[in-house]
């Protein structure tokens, strides 16, 4: 478990000191949003039930191919192949000095903010006229060798959604399967916008973080939290009654913003969220290394999707980070979802497909994928941590590892990680396709 928890006190201590001596120099008062990010249509809509696993292993590329099409005015790859906002690059804590050199080659500053949670401060530069975002990050990096400097990515959801079915409300659940209340717990979400007018989140309790104050309803941030909390006869989530922290890092667009990330972890730092369930995958980014270890030395639990890249695909972020922890999904027999990456980055499995999720506007829709495994995990986590805490958060992990039951290899394995969990758990309503 200490594998998973390392504290470097010393990076943030030096964070810190960082932060501070940047508020002293005054930073301009900047528009509270980045420049909008188009909408994406998602290809594989409606396309669940026919559907073989090598289409879902595209899903992602299919989706980032599609934001380049749509505004490549504004969004471009990074040398390998992620997606990032054209011309911007980020930095944690620089130093005054580093500041003013950025400025005197032609750097403008386009946010910066001060994430007091975390005793960091987030600054997206914007390049200079007529330098490209790759010649930027290197220009900065060498103006700043011991800086933190990375592109702005953009992160997208890990899993797929078929059209909505029937709004009408499913059948009443028997006895034995009423799940218990939650009523004084927190958990953390970080996705697209939630319906709250939904069904069976219309009566459940949402502090949200919202874009210019307004929500945005989106399908995948929707099913996600009816997952966690939802609540309604025939309806499961598994943490009915527990307090839902929503944060909408898309704003109604097709991914989500490193630097709107980095806001809303901050958020969930000063709320005192233990547990934050993170059902987006991306890239590899300095910024969120350091975002990551600020967090969870704290005792916050990040609990993320590994993705559905394929078996052979490399590790997608923030699952993969060693203090995060990495869900993977299994069908109705208990098997991998043949889309489902695998490594070390998987700690736990749980049901990813067979289910059906709240949809904006009030329906039910089938959907799959390790994203909604993960909020499985992460509610299972929250229910026995009151605020974060370090020891605390061992501790939780360790009980839930307790309880998994070991499918393929014996012990941990790259597929299973430490097992299935919650496998007596239902969320959603039952989809009637095969997995």
């Not at 595209?58 to 749509?70: G, M, P």
């Not at 939650?182 to 009566?203: C, K």
């Not at 949809?359 to 390790?370: F, H, L, N, P």
Request: overall charge negative; charged content about 20%; some cysteine.
């Amino acid at each position: 478990m200490n594998r998973r928890f390392r504290i470097i006190g010393i990076l943030l201590i030096a964070a810190g000191a960082a932060t501070g001596a940047l508020a002293q120099i005054g930073l301009p008062q900047l528009p509270p949003q980045l420049p909008r990010l188009p909408p994406v249509t998602d290809p594989l809509i409606g396309s669940l039930r026919t559907a073989q696993s090598a289409p879902l292993t595209e899903a992602r590329k299919l989706r980032v191919r599609e934001l380049l099409r749509t505004e490549r005015e504004t969004v471009e790859s990074d040398p390998d192949g992620q997606p990032i906002l054209r011309r911007q690059v980020g930095a944690l804590s620089p130093s005054p000095e580093a500041l003013d050199r950025a400025r005197a080659e032609g750097f403008a500053v386009l946010r910066a903010e001060s994430l007091v949670g975390l005793d960091l401060t987030l600054v997206v530069f914007e390049a200079p006229e007529g330098m490209s975002t790759r010649r930027a990050l290197k220009r900065l990096r060498e103006l700043d060798p011991d800086g933190s400097y990375d592109y702005n990515h953009l992160y997208v959801d890990a899993g797929v959604q078929a059209e909505p079915a029937d709004p009408a409300p499913p059948p009443p659940p028997s006895v034995e399967t009423k799940p218990a209340s939650f009523p004084a717990a927190r958990i953390g979400l970080i996705d697209s916008g939630v319906d709250g007018t939904h069904p069976v989140l219309a009566g459940t309790s949402i502090v949200r973080q919202d874009c210019d104050e307004k929500p945005i309803p989106a399908p995948h941030g929707t099913a996600v939290a009816s997952l966690l909390i939802g609540k309604a006869d025939g309806f499961r989530g598994v943490m009915p009654g527990a307090t839902l922290y929503a944060a909408d890092i898309f704003c109604g667009h097709g991914g989500g913003s490193m630097s709107l990330l980095a806001v809303a972890l901050d958020w969930m730092a000063r709320e005192q969220v233990p547990v934050v369930n993170i059902s987006l995958v991306g890239a590899k980014s300095i910024l969120l290394t350091g975002l990551v270890r600020a967090m969870t030395a704290r005792g916050h639990l990040l609990v993320a999707a590994v993705g559905n890249d394929g078996p052979t695909a490399p590790p997608l972020y923030p699952a993969a980070y060693p203090d995060v922890v990495g869900v993977t999904g299994v069908d109705a027999r208990h098997k991998v979802l043949p889309e489902a990456c695998r490594g070390e980055q998987v700690d736990f499995a749980a049901a990813g497909a067979g289910l059906e999720a709240a949809a904006v506007g009030g329906g039910y829709g089938e959907v799959r994928g390790t994203s909604f495994a993960t909020p499985i995990v992460a509610a299972l986590l929250a229910g026995s941590l009151a605020a974060p805490d370090f020891a605390n958060a061992q501790r939780a992990l360790a009980a839930l590892e307790s309880t998994a039951i070991d499918l393929g290899n014996n012990g941990i394995d790259p597929t299973y990680g430490k097992g299935l969990v919650g496998s007596s758990l239902q969320p959603g309503r039952i989809a009637s396709a095969n997995p």
